[in-house]
Nanobody, 116 residues
Framework: QVQLVESGGGLVQPGGSLRLSCAAS????????MSWYRQAPGKERELVAL????????DYADSVKGRFTISRDDAESTVYLQMNNLKPEDTAVYYC?????????RGQGTQVTVSS
């Protein structure tokens, strides 16, 4: 079955960096676009970044452009989110997501907390 497992979250000071990973299994990873979402307490889920098949198209939320970079390693079936210059408003649970057939799959999420 499809599984997505996120890792790499944690507590970081403003201006710091984190690299999130999402290990995928149960489907042909290189055939699917992947995305990262986040949800902060009391707020709606927000699309942060997405990457197409082959990685030739990447889109970002305006709030993270220039600071976050999404990438994929098809050999490892893993999608990454490099987050630089983190701000307190980036605090949220981050999920990776994909659509296989008619279903959306996401992982359990990884907590990112940006605080001094």
């Amino acid at each position: 079955q499809v599984q997505l497992v996120e890792s790499g979250g944690g507590l970081v000071q403003p201006g710091g960096s984190l690299r999130l990973s999402c290990a995928a299994s149960g489907f042909t990873f290189y055939n699917y676009a992947m995305s990262w979402y986040r949800q902060a307490p009391g707020k709606e889920r927000e699309l942060v970044a997405l990457i197409s098949i082959f990685g030739d198209t990447r889109d970002y939320a305006d709030s993270v452009k220039g600071r976050f970079t999404i990438s994929r390693d098809d050999a490892e079936s893993t999608v990454y989110l490099q987050m630089n210059n983190l701000k307190p408003e980036d605090t949220a649970v981050y999920y990776c997501k994909t659509r296989v057939g008619t279903y959306d799959y996401r992982g359990q999420g990884t907590q990112v907390t940006v605080s001094s």
